[in-house]
């Protein structure tokens, strides 16, 4: 069993539509999530940054941790065509080394 | 946030030759850095982490020989893969802590990457 699982996709959605993105994770010990947005041929870019449950909102962006279930979600308000791109959700490992442990990427595609 | 930089960002070369890939943190210094493959379509896989002024730490699986990890200075790691082959065609991306040294809490920033291709 992968630490981090996320559904690839693809994820086709019409313009203006709320997305949610998933992932589950394995070790209870995990405590920090994050979110990258991944261009075409481009580094990860930092969304979203949550420690332990709870919501955090960031414009159009909503970051959700359960931890009882071990599910994070991240949430798109109001899609945009700029909004297509891969989306890897991402924990920390839990031996303070820093290291990121990557679930495998959920491609969107917004259509105008 | 802060800003990492890579170079260069797209290298073809030869199968046999030496490729040499260069991570900078452009306005904060780094300790640590990490460099990462990614393969198209798939999540990022660490291949090892590298630290200023030590050896690189590799993940298992990684030739340390064929990877070579250089961390110069707070701001620059180098990463050379030795005797390309085509296998090794692939993505490299660093990352590096927004704090500059390692903790649990910080968060990574990464450089654009670097696709490489070995005919």
């Known amino acids: 069993q992968k630490e981090v699982e996320q559904d690839p996709g693809p994820l086709s959605v019409p313009e203006g539509a709320i997305v949610s993105l998933n992932c589950t994770y394995s070790?209870?010990?995990?405590?920090?999530f994050m979110w990258y947005r991944q261009y075409s041929r481009k580094g990860p870019e930092l969304l979203m940054y949550t420690y332990s449950s709870g919501n955090k909102e960031d414009g159009r962006f909503t970051a959700q941790v359960d931890k009882s279930s071990k599910y994070i979600s991240l949430f798109i308000r109001d899609s945009q065509p700029s909004d297509s791109a891969t989306y890897l959700c991402?924990?920390?490992?839990?031996?303070?080394?820093?290291?990121?442990?990557f679930g495998q990427g959920t491609t969107l595609q917004v259509k105008p | 946030g802060a800003v990492v930089s890579q170079h260069p960002s797209w290298v073809i070369c030869k199968s046999g030759t030496s490729v040499k890939i260069e991570c900078r943190s452009l306005d904060f210094q780094a300790t640590t850095m990490f460099w990462y493959r990614q393969f198209p379509k798939q999540s990022l896989m660490l291949m090892a982490t590298s630290n200023e002024g030590s050896k690189a730490t590799y993940e298992q699986g990684v030739e340390k020989d064929k990877f070579l990890i250089n961390h110069a200075s707070l701001t620059l790691s180098t990463l050379t893969v030795t005797s390309a082959h085509p296998e090794d065609s692939s993505f490299y991306i660093c990352?590096?802590?927004?704090?500059?040294?390692?903790?649990?809490?910080?968060?990574?920033?990464f450089g654009p990457g670097t696709r490489l291709t070995v005919l």
């Open positions: 991402a924990t920390y490992n839990s031996g303070n080394t820093g290291k990121l442990i």
């Open positions: 070790n209870s010990a995990f405590q920090y």
């Open positions: 990352s590096a802590p927004g704090q500059g040294t390692l903790k649990n809490t910080d968060t990574q920033y």
